[in-house]
């Protein structure tokens, strides 16, 4: 059954508000404290959305306690409360630590793959793709790499059309950056590992494309571990005392 206009567009407008929505709780994490939010109309020319799709993607900020409105003055970047998540005195460059932190993505990637081989659009399962793409090209240099390979996972979660599952994912993302920082150039110790990611994004966003959910999962689990693996593997290789 074909979908009417309006049913449509307000799709559209759902995914567009998502999409403003997480490069602002990006931005706000980066402001401080009671900082002021620029205006509806100069964040509306900012991403080349409507005022209605910021408003939108303002609420959703709002739910999630990143922000606040004070009245006639505007939205400011709210103060956590006592129970907001806070990692302190991160060492992304530690192995232990960085196996921790896999731990936690092994978890959370199984669960967006599986979520979002149900409920992603075949825009999402696009942008998904060229996000794979791009994340192993030979050419790209090692901060263009990180950028995408974290681009290939948020475009999962952000499938998922679950807000708090964007927010948890948008709180981890700098210590994700760190953490595949890390791998990555433990990995790009040897071309074969490259190999490996691509083929391993590969299979996820096939079980995505088909939206076979446990494979999805699966896939996506599996990912990370060979990820532990690789990094164990490369370092066993550049120091053999700690194997």
Request: glycine share 4%; hydrophobic share 45%; charged share 20%.
């Given at each position: 059954m074909k979908k009417d206009s309006s049913s449509s567009l307000s799709e559209k407008t759902g995914r567009l508000a998502d999409h403003v929505a997480h490069q602002l709780i990006i931005t706000t994490r980066q402001m401080a404290f009671g900082a002021k939010l620029p205006s509806e109309n100069q964040l509306a020319k900012q991403f080349g959305v409507s005022r209605s799709v910021v408003?939108?993607?303002?609420?959703?900020?709002?739910?999630?306690g990143a922000v606040e409105s004070r009245q006639?003055?505007?939205?400011f970047v709210?103060?956590?409360s006592a129970k907001s998540l806070e990692f302190r005195d991160i060492d992304t460059s530690n192995l232990a630590t960085v196996a921790k932190f896999l731990e936690i993505r092994s978890g959370l990637d199984a669960a967006a793959a599986r979520i979002a081989a149900t409920r992603r659009t075949e825009?999402?399962?696009?942008?998904?793709r060229e996000a794979s793409k791009r994340s192993t090209l030979p050419e790209l240099s090692m901060p263009d790499a990180v950028e995408a390979d974290l681009a290939f996972h948020v475009a999962i979660?952000?499938?998922?059309?679950?807000?708090?599952?964007?927010?948890?994912?948008?709180?981890?993302?700098?210590?994700l950056r760190d953490g595949i920082i890390f791998t990555r150039n433990?990995?790009?110790?040897s071309p074969a590992m490259v190999e490996e990611i691509?083929?391993?994004?590969?299979?996820i966003v096939q079980a995505i494309a088909e939206r076979n959910a446990a494979e999805a999962s699966r896939r996506a689990e599996l990912h990370v571990l060979n990820a532990q693996r690789r990094m164990?593997?490369?370092?066993?290789?550049?120091?053999?005392?700690?194997?």
């Open positions: 408003r939108e993607a303002i609420s959703q900020l709002k739910s999630l006639g003055a505007g939205m709210a103060r956590p825009e999402q399962l696009q942008f998904i979660v952000q499938a998922t059309r679950n807000e708090y599952f964007l927010a948890v994912q948008t709180f981890l993302v700098s210590h433990l990995e790009s110790y691509r083929q391993e994004h590969a299979a164990r593997t490369a370092l066993a290789h550049l120091l053999p005392d700690i194997a």
